[in-house]
C-alpha cells in the first residue's frame, strides 16, 4: 500500500551475478498500490525513507521518481556497485547495516536538507489529511505555484495527492486492527463525505475493497496477502 514515501532497496543474494541497474534502485513515492513478487527468496537491504526524507540522498527532484523507480547510480552515487559490493563481502546483517548507515550518514553531510516551510506543510498535512490545501499554501506564505512545484519537488508528490494518501494511511490504521468497526464511522472520522465516497476512494488507491483489505490483511499494516 502506498504512503507517499521513497525507498531504497539493494539485493543482496538470491539474484543473477553482476552489476545490474535492478539490484539498487531508488524507489519513488507512489500513489497506488503494487504487486510485490514472493516467489524466489531473496536477501535485500534496504531503506524506508520518512515523507520528504529522501532528497538529500538523490541528485534529481523527487517528483521525477513518482510512481517509478531507478538505478540507484543514476540518481545518487555513481558508486552504487561498489556499495552493492562491499555490503556482498561484508556477511553478516549488523555490518550490512553499519556499512548502509556510513553511506547514508557522508550523504546526508554533503546534500542540503530541503526548504523548512515545505517541512512544515509536510507536518501540517500529515496531522489533519482533510485540511484545505489552500489554507495551507496560504499558512507557507509563497504562491500557490511556488509552493505546488517546491512540494513535489521535495515530497515527490503534489500536495493534494499527499494529502489524499495521508487520509488513506489513517483509514488503514482504522482498519488494521482486530477489532469490530463500523465502515460508515471509519468514513466519518476521516472527513468523508459518507462511506460510498470512502470506500470508492480506498478502492482506487488499494485495488481492493476496505472490506477486502480486512480479510487480507497481514502483520505489516501496508501489506495484503493476494493468493492467485
Known amino acids: 500500500m502506498p504512503d507517499g514515501t521513497a525507498s531504497m ?31 524466489e527468496a531473496r536477501t535485500i537491504i534496504g531503506v524506508q525513507f520518512t515523507s520528504r526524507g529522501a532528497g538529500p540522498w538523490i541528485n534529481v527532484p523527487l517528483s521525477e521518481l513518482a510512481n517509478t523507480h531507478a538505478p540507484l547510480r543514476d540518481v545518487a552515487d555513481p558508486a552504487a556497485p561498489v556499495l552493492r559490493e562491499r555490503l556482498l563481502a561484508s556477511g553478516a ?4 547495516l553499519d556499512l548502509l548507515e556510513e553511506w547514508l550518514t557522508l550523504r546526508l553531510l554533503r ?19 482533510q485540511v484545505h490545501i489552500g489554507d495551507v499554501a496560504e499558512g507557507v506564505g509563497r504562491s500557490w505555484r511556488w509552493f505546488v512545484e517546491r512540494f513535489s519537488r521535495e515530497v515527490g508528490l503534489t500536495p493534494k495527492v499527499f494529502s489524499r494518501l495521508c487520509r488513506f494511511q489513517n483509514a488503514i490504521a482504522c482498519l488494521h486492527g482486530d477489532r469490530e468497526i463500523d465502515l460508515a ?44
Open 185 to 228: 464511522d471509519v468514513a466519518v472520522s476521516l472527513g468523508y463525505f459518507d462511506q460510498a465516497h470512502f470506500a470508492h476512494d480506498f478502492h482506487t488507491i488499494a485495488g481492493i475493497t476496505p472490506t477486502a483489505y480486512r480479510a487480507r490483511r497481514t502483520v505489516h499494516r501496508n501489506h495484503v496477502a493476494i493468493v492467485a
Open 93 to 96: 546483517a549488523e555490518h550490512r
Open 111 to 129: 546534500q542540503p536538507s530541503g526548504t523548512e516551510a515545505i517541512a512544515w506543510a509536510v507536518r501540517a498535512i500529515e496531522r489533519r489529511p
Open 9 to 39: 532497496l539493494i539485493v543482496l543474494e538470491g539474484a543473477t551475478p553482476g552489476h545490474s541497474d535492478d539490484l539498487a534502485i531508488i524507489a519513488g513515492p507512489r500513489s497506488s498500490s503494487s504487486l510485490i513478487g514472493a516467489s
